[in-house]
């Protein structure tokens, strides 16, 4: 990936952006999770105005860090992009050298944008994105050289779009997922065509998708797990075979869509 | 007619886009080993020094776009989906690039100062080279992208301008304003104001006197239960994954998923906000 160097972009923090980090962080039980949580939401505030600057708007009432019940509990500062995903947005305190992230915050993320602070609480730069992660092994924290440039979000996002909003990729997710998952789905099978061999693609796509289905051990109290017959071998072989066809079809489709452009 | 690097080309607009990315996609090695430097430097220079309007700055500018973006293209990506957006986007890169506001923000940003560029000094090329391209090619590849999806219609509330409202520093910050809090400050701040209303809400998810958590659960599921399920992924530490979640009641993920999504996530905020959270 590449380095930004000196390149990061500067955005302007309101006081109304600060009135309303206050006013989550005194509802904290300690010092130490007021700071994080205010600088959770500023984080937030930043990455939504840059959003809103490629034309990508946000909605920051849909995310778990403006859900009060939530963000007492976990350190999250997501922000969700409709019908797209959800876009992690990490603070990093001046010296800060890696972008940390809790285990909370490493599921069903489409991107992590990492938000620079510095002893001036008036703006902040955005040092860069990096893609979802592989949710089999994911990274705790990020090097801030493994960050990719923050202008290059706009092809990521329009990357994701194009596939979200394709009749054939999304009729092919639905025969086996709910709409709701498609842009989670889009953004994983993203990762693995861009970093993956082609020959590689399907089975670690399968497998990423066997793992969504949630197969599970049967329930013997309850009809509804048992009529999915999970834990049956002929069940596991051929909903195996059935995944890498679909993985396979929706990569042919989505090499149509993404072409050979490296990202 | 500009001389660059020896190389003669007239700057037209618009139709004259597709000439223009013809010859520079015969020379763009050459382009790419030598106009790179202290050229763009220069056009830089003359596009600053003289006034919005006039026809040396829209030369300049002009020049500068084409050639950004015809050095970047080769590395843009989806180019099967925008190419026919480019005359158009060019057009407004262009535009917008030409304003007095527009430069100076670049100025900023970049660190440099009109007065002192100095085009036979590595330093401040080495700093345009790396500032201007990426500059101008967002801008170009951000109004492409807008254009694409405004004819799909997926541009969904389109801002006016893609000026960064934060490039320049001194303009709406709150320092301008209200005195901002410093990081080492903001926490002394918040300690006299802490409310607690966290483990408030702690105690009311552990007890639930009104069975609000334990009776919202999925359907024949009592123990997936909200209840249950948030314990698991908020309270627990560390929390439990939702495949981790799905294999310990032995309930399928989605469904957990769309359960804490739709039922459990409001009924916290509901509760949440009954304690005194806003």
């Known amino acids: ?263 | 007619l500009n001389n660059i690097s020896g190389i003669d080309f007239v700057c037209l607009s618009g139709a004259g886009y597709e000439k223009i990315a013809l010859l520079m996609r015969n020379v763009s090695f050459f382009l790419t080993k030598t106009i790179m430097d202290e050229q763009l430097c220069e056009l830089l220079k003359k596009a600053l020094q003289n006034p919005e309007g006039s026809s040396e700055r829209d030369q300049s500018i002009e020049t500068l776009c084409i050639i950004v973006t015809q050095l970047k293209e080769d590395q843009g990506k989806f180019s099967h989906y925008l190419e026919p957006y480019y005359p158009e986007a060019l057009e407004k890169t262009k535009e917008y690039f030409n304003k007095d506001e527009t430069l100076s923000n670049y100025l900023n940003q970049a660190n440099l100062n009109l007065n002192n560029i100095d085009c036979q000094s590595s330093d401040d090329v080495k700093r345009i080279q790396e500032y201007l391209i990426r500059w101008i090619w967002s801008i170009f590849k951000k109004r492409s992208i807008d254009q694409y999806r405004r004819t799909k219609n997926l541009l969904k509330n389109p801002v006016s301008t893609d000026q960064p409202r934060s490039n320049d520093p001194e303009q709406g910050t709150v320092e301008n304003t209200i005195p901002c809090p410093t990081l080492t400050g903001f926490a002394l701040l918040l300690e006299n104001e802490l409310k607690q209303i966290a483990r408030q809400l702690k105690h009311q998810i552990e007890i639930d006197p009104e069975n609000r958590f334990r009776n919202c659960h999925i359907k024949n599921r009592q123990d997936g239960n909200c209840q249950t399920l948030i314990k698991l992924r908020y309270l627990k530490e560390p929390p439990l994954t939702l495949k981790e979640t799905s294999k310990k009641l032995k309930i399928k993920l989605p469904t957990i998923s769309n359960h804490i999504d739709k039922k459990c996530k409001k009924l916290l905020r509901e509760i949440a906000e009954e304690l005194g959270y806003e």
Request: hydrophobic share 35%; net charge negative.
């Open chain 1, 1 to 263: 990936m590449n380095t930004t160097e000196e390149y990061y972009y500067t955005i302007a923090l309101t006081p109304e952006h600060h009135q309303v980090a206050k006013r989550f962080a005194i509802q904290q039980d300690t010092t130490e999770k007021a700071k994080q949580v205010y600088l959770n939401t500023l984080a937030v505030f930043a990455v939504e105005t840059f959003l809103e600057e490629i034309s990508f708007p946000a909605d920051l009432e849909a995310g778990d860090s403006w859900n009060a019940g939530i963000r007492c509990f976990h350190d999250v500062a997501d922000l969700l992009i409709p019908d797209l995903g959800k876009i992690e947005c990490r603070p990093l305190l001046p010296e800060e050298t890696k972008v940390s992230l809790p285990s909370e915050v490493l599921e069903d993320r489409i991107a992590y944008v990492a938000v620079q602070f510095q002893e001036e609480l008036d703006r902040v730069q955005l040092l860069g994105y990096h893609p979802t992660l592989d949710p089999e092994s994911p990274s705790q924290e990020l090097e801030i050289s493994q960050l990719e440039p923050i202008e290059d979000l706009i092809d990521y996002l329009f990357r994701l779009e194009l596939a979200i909003n394709d009749d054939d990729v999304v009729a092919k997710v639905r025969e086996k997922f709910d709409t709701k998952s498609i842009p989670e789905i889009v953004a994983q099978l993203e990762r693995i065509y861009r970093t993956c061999d082609e020959s590689d693609r399907r089975y670690v796509a399968s497998d990423y998708l066997t793992g969504l289905t949630g197969v599970v051990q049967e329930n013997s109290q309850t009809s509804s797990v048992r009529s999915f017959r999970a834990n049956s071998n002929d069940f596991d072989e051929d909903n195996e075979e059935d995944l890498t066809d679909l993985a396979e079809d929706l990569f042919d489709k989505l090499s149509e869509i993404w072409g050979d452009d490296d990202l």
